[in-house]
DNA sequence: CTCTCAGTTTGATATTTATCAATTCAAATT
DNA sequence: AATTTGAATTGATAAATATCAAACTGAGAG
């Protein structure tokens, strides 16, 4: 593992309350790994060995069925998944795919379970991880059985814009059919809503998105805080996809 | 508080394995409620002051958007809702109604949060608990955003059936609308699924259900592991509609 | 026993979303 | 600059799902 890596995981909300010893530990059971773009890490089913932590690069978490696939997060760094089959030591219920190459600190299943048990802030921060996660994925269920396509389209540009700063423009982090996918819809109906939510105050020119009208884009997301957060205590990780970079800044 | 009621909760593998002592002190904050059916006792967004805990009846989990619901979970006794919240000391993300004349255990928020920092025991059970509500809204998502409605239900069915203990012969446990909902379709939908799944393999008749070719059904269904469960070490509870009794025992 | 009422089913229709095939586009490579 | 390749878009169509209204049903109330 290099130097300046330890640091940095040391910071995530998952480590950074534990004991210098207990994550010493840790991290001594722990091993480095880069892997090459698009390459499927970890496949659904697989037994939950080792907890993920997402240094460098960004990690796709899909899932599969009868030849399906449909994209469930997007990890970025730090980030780390997927905590809660470790913990209950069963197996991953995502695969995890490689975007680009990203380098990846790779943690026993068996030493985060003893640890945890050893240093009570680690299983605060766990459990506080957990609570996270659950309810983002309490949001995702949300937006999909109560919003339709477009409006769940236009409530994703308009926190993405928020999160930005709620800058007018701003570029989509992650290509079109991954972020249909991500929203429950193929790529086409993505593209086609894309263009019928031009009279909605919005313009997506490639991945530039501009929105021409906030107030417009606001009445068609109806953006809501108990399904579009945030939670946002920065502790909640490979659940949900990134948020854009402000242009400006 | 009823003198049955504390062992009934003590044997909740939430609070099975904590000291008795802190069991006690967590009781001793907590108060006893009945409610009559089709109350709404928690509401969306409010502050998540209390653990629920289901003593008698029955709970629906749901959540509201833009005027339209969709049901989330049945909690049944004994089990609990909703954790995350009150460990996050965030809002619900859920309103929760009876279904019937129900009776409630409301523990404190912060005496969950106090007691967990000093009992190990009980912060590894309720990270379990969280761990398993994770798990099972992901295998929810999964359902939601790879199989359709009649493949859901199909699925639904079958697992039913399953856990039962693979019976041909079963009662739904929850009124259709409330199974659409959960199913994320409308009533009219699931009715007219229903009636198309009797060429595969299944038959209802009000709320009785017949498996008449289980391999076929089983072909339209395409259980998976890793969608339908069972994660089922008895912990997880709040997540999913409730299983059918099996009619013979 | 009848009445009532909520839940369910059915029918007709509209809307939403997916599918498949054909282009277009844009970035990366030769 | 030409070529290649995967992504994105577009068009035509089909399938899935929702909506609205009406009729039906069965369990509980009077």
Same mark, same amino acid.
């Given at each position: 593992?290099?130097?300046?890596?330890?640091?940095?995981?040391?910071?995530?909300?998952?480590?950074?309350?534990?004991?210098?010893?207990?994550?010493?530990?840790?991290?001594?059971?722990?091993?480095?790994?880069?892997?090459?773009?698009?390459?499927?890490?970890?496949?659904?089913?697989?037994?939950?060995?080792?907890?993920?932590?997402?240094?460098?690069?960004?990690?796709?978490?899909?899932?599969?069925?009868?030849?399906?696939?449909?994209?469930?997060?997007?990890?970025?760094?730090?980030?780390?998944?997927?905590?809660?089959?470790?913990?209950?030591?069963?197996?991953?219920?995502?695969?995890?795919?490689?975007?680009?190459?990203?380098?990846?600190?790779?943690?026993?299943?068996?030493?985060?379970?003893?640890?945890?048990?050893?240093?009570?802030?680690?299983?605060?921060?766990?459990?506080?991880?957990?609570?996270?996660?659950?309810?983002?994925?309490?949001?995702?269920?949300?937006?999909?059985?109560? *919003?339709?396509?477009?409006?769940? !389209? +236009?409530?994703?540009? %308009?926190?993405?814009?928020?999160?930005?700063? #709620?800058?007018? $423009?701003?570029?989509?982090?992650?290509?079109?059919?991954?972020?249909?996918?991500?929203?429950?819809?193929?790529?086409?109906?993505?593209?086609?809503?894309?263009?019928?939510?031009?009279?909605?105050?919005?313009?997506?020119?490639?991945?530039?998105?501009?929105?021409?009208? *906030?107030?417009?884009?606001?009445? !068609? +997301?109806?953006?809501? %805080?108990?399904?579009?957060?945030?939670?946002? #205590?920065?502790? $909640?990780?490979?659940?949900?996809?990134?948020?854009?970079?402000?242009?400006?800044?």
């Amino acid at each position: 593992m290099r130097d300046h890596e330890l640091p940095e995981v040391r910071r995530l909300p998952l480590f950074r309350n534990m004991l210098a010893e207990n994550f010493e530990s840790l991290m001594r059971a722990s091993y480095a790994q880069t892997f090459p773009a698009q390459l499927e890490m970890v496949r659904q089913g697989d037994p939950a060995d080792l907890l993920h932590i997402v240094v460098e690069g960004a990690v796709e978490l899909f899932s599969e069925w009868n030849g399906h696939q449909s994209t469930m997060a997007v990890v970025r760094p730090v980030g780390s998944f997927i905590l809660a089959a470790c913990i209950k030591d069963q197996p991953y219920l995502m695969s995890a795919r490689t975007m680009a190459r990203t380098r990846i600190i790779l943690v026993p299943a068996s030493d985060i379970r003893s640890v945890f048990r050893r240093d009570m802030e680690f299983a605060v921060s766990c459990m506080n991880e957990l609570a996270g996660c659950y309810r983002a994925v309490v949001r995702h269920a949300k937006a999909l059985k109560l *919003r339709n396509s477009h409006e769940r !389209i +236009a409530a994703y540009l %308009y926190r993405q814009s928020r999160y930005a700063g #709620d800058v007018a $423009t701003f570029t989509l982090t992650v290509e079109k059919r991954l972020l249909a996918s991500y929203l429950g819809m193929t790529a086409e109906n993505l593209s086609r809503a894309l263009k019928a939510l031009e009279a909605d105050g919005v313009k997506v020119d490639g991945s530039r998105v501009i929105i021409t009208d *906030r107030e417009k884009l606001k009445a !068609i +997301a109806r953006p809501d %805080y108990l399904i579009d957060g945030p939670d946002w #205590d920065g502790s $909640t990780s490979g659940v949900a996809l990134p948020f854009p970079r402000n242009e400006e800044g």
